[in-house]
Every structure is written in structure tokens, then in C-alpha cells.
């Protein structure tokens, strides 16, 4: 098989809670249910991009302790190849501690474990697929050296090449732009990368209008409820959220990257992808969880007829 979309990320297994609202600082509340969940913000886009109809190839460290042997498996029964996942000898595997509460808000933290042994010769090691695929994405639960190089190499190869910057703490260093085609935050991701408040459209394409001019090919600020905005050289261009009951919202943005890789990757234009990817993300709030909450092509299918 050869992949047409490359990830190159982060797995993680999920421990997640729901309770009735998040605690503050200091406070202890009571969780009403707990389970482990396969995540991680690269193999959940990983998992979207194969659902949604791409072949896909991961990049990515895992521990040798059960959860990494668990999420290995996850992403094989999805039809991924997983040969570029290396097993970290003694390692431990990603985790996430989520909780998510009744207004499907959540709050979550990473321990990144062996996604932080993801170097740059492993991406070195399987040149070979990034050479043959027509998309690459990045996001940054992984060290932000191998970001840089995947992006670098992804550019002198002449790829499609998307950055989700996520989670995103400050500015990226400025000589990644130019290596980016498409570069995907939400508002919190926009806000950190510019030190915009974004709150509204107008904020949004204030902060995109920044980033645009460090270098990045095409922005996409994901706004939840509030749809996604496109802005490039040539146009400024809102696209409404599809309108669904919220459970979860854990993964949405995943689910966003993966299809609108998927759709780029089988040759559907910018805007055409930017509609599909909504419609999988407003499925993936409809349910609980990151990967067993992101749909399936027919769901998409489906959605947009009914
Ligand atoms: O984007 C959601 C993901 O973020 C979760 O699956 C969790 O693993 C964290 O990486």
C-alpha cells in the first residue's frame, strides 16, 4: 500500500473522566465514569484521514508497555501502516488526562512519554514515504526539531504540507512558515502562535493575517460552533459549522485535519474539503471519545445528503 497522506506524530492512550463540571483550581469533583480511550492528536488525525478514504502511513513512537502494544493494534485494525511506529525499548507511552464535562467542554493534559523520543532520523529512516505520498501533517505533541524537519522535508519534496499546531504554547520558530501550506489552529491555537485574543471573525482574520505574513501558504482557523475561517493572499472566506447536539468535543479538531487531508488527498478542491472536514468534525462532537468518535465516509456521505 502506498500512502497518500503521511502523519507524523503523537499517540497517546486517553484516560478519561465526565463529570459534571470541570474542577478549578485546587477543587476536587466527583467523576461519573471512567475508561481509556485510544487518542493522541496525530493518530486520531491518522484515523480520521483512513475512515474518510486516504491511504495513510504513521510516524510515531509508542512504549513497550501495554498501552503502546494496545495502540499499535488500534491503528492496524484501521488500515494504517504503522512500519515507521517505532517501539521505544523500556519505554512508557503517551498518555492524556482528560475530563470532559456535561457541556462537552474539556480540559486535558499530556504526558508525552515516547512521542518524545520521535527524532529526526525516524523520519530520516522512511524518506521513502514521504517521497511517495501527496500530503504530510504535523502537529506538536512530538519534538519540535523533528516538526521542523518533517515540514523542511516536506517542502523541498513538493508536498501538500499541513501544520495543526496543536497544543501550541507560544510563536513557532519563524522559518517554519515558508514550509507550510496549509497551517490549521482553532482560536486558542491562533491566539497563542500571534498573541491575538481570538474571539470573533474579525479577530480571527486579524490573527491569520498575521500569521500569513510570516510565511504560512493558507490559514485555517477552526472555530467550533462558529465554523472554520480560510484566509489567504487571494480571499478571506467563512465557512458555517454544520449544526449538531455536542457530547464531546475531544478530537473535533483532529477530525478536521485527518478529512481535510483525506479530501485533498483524493483531489477534491480547497474550499469542497474545508465543507467535508466540517461535516466529519460536527459528527465527531456527536459522540463521545477521540478515536471512537470520529465517523466514517458514509457518515459523511450521509450527513450531507440529509
Ligand atoms: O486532540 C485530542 C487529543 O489530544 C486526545 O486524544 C489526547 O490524546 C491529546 O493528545
Redesign the pocket.
Known amino acids: 500500500m502506498q500512502a497518500n497522506v503521511v502523519v507524523v506524530g503523537?499517540l497517546?492512550?486517553?484516560l478519561v473522566t465526565r463529570a459534571e463540571r470541570l474542577p478549578r483550581p485546587g477543587e476536587t469533583v466527583f467523576g461519573q465514569s471512567f475508561g481509556t480511550?485510544h487518542?493522541?492528536?496525530g493518530?486520531?488525525q491518522a484515523v480520521a484521514a483512513s475512515r474518510l478514504g486516504a491511504q495513510v502511513a504513521m510516524i510515531g513512537c509508542v512504549g513497550s508497555d501495554a498501552y503502546g502494544v494496545q495502540l499499535r493494534e488500534g491503528l492496524e485494525a484501521e488500515n494504517i501502516d504503522c512500519q515507521a511506529v517505532r517501539t521505544v525499548t523500556q519505554g512508557v507511552s503517551?498518555?492524556?488526562l482528560?475530563v470532559v464535562d456535561t457541556n462537552s467542554q474539556n480540559t486535558?493534559v499530556?504526558v508525552p512519554g515516547t512521542n518524545g523520543c520521535l527524532a529526526s532520523q525516524d523520519i530520516m529512516a522512511f524518506d521513502g514515504m514521504l517521497q511517495e505520498t501527496k500530503v504530510i501533517i504535523c502537529q506538536l505533541?512530538v519534538p519540535m526539531e523533528t516538526v521542523g524537519h518533517t515540514l523542511k522535508r516536506g517542502r523541498e519534496l513538493d508536498k501538500i504540507v499541513i501544520l495543526n499546531p496543536?497544543?501550541a504554547s507560544g510563536p513557532l520558530p519563524v522559518q517554519w512558515y515558508a514550509s507550510v501550506d496549509y497551517l490549521i489552529p482553532n482560536e486558542s491555537e491562533a491566539g497563542a502562535l500571534t498573541g491575538v485574543t481570538v474571539d470573533s471573525l474579525d479577530s480571527a482574520e486579524l490573527a491569520a493575517r498575521s500569521l500569513l505574513a510570516l510565511g504560512a501558504g493558507k490559514i485555517i482557523v477552526t472555530l467550533g460552533a462558529q465554523g472554520a475561517l480560510l484566509v489567504s493572499a487571494q480571499r478571506v472566506m467563512h465557512f458555517a459549522a454544520p449544526k449538531v447536539e455536542a457530547v464531546d468535543a475531544?478530537?473535533a479538531?483532529?477530525t478536521f485535519v485527518g478529512a481535510f487531508s483525506a479530501a485533498l488527498a483524493a483531489g477534491k478542491g480547497e474550499d469542497d474539503a474545508i465543507r467535508f472536514a466540517q461535516i466529519a468534525a460536527a459528527l465527531s462532537v456527536t459522540c463521545a471519545g477521540?478515536?471512537p468518535s470520529i465517523p466514517r465516509l458514509q457518515d459523511v456521505k450521509d450527513f450531507a445528503l440529509s
Open positions: 503523537s497517546n492512550m486517553d480511550v487518542g493522541g492528536k493518530a486520531n503517551g498518555v492524556a482528560i486535558i499530556v505533541e496543536a497544543p475531544t478530537a479538531g483532529d477521540a478515536q
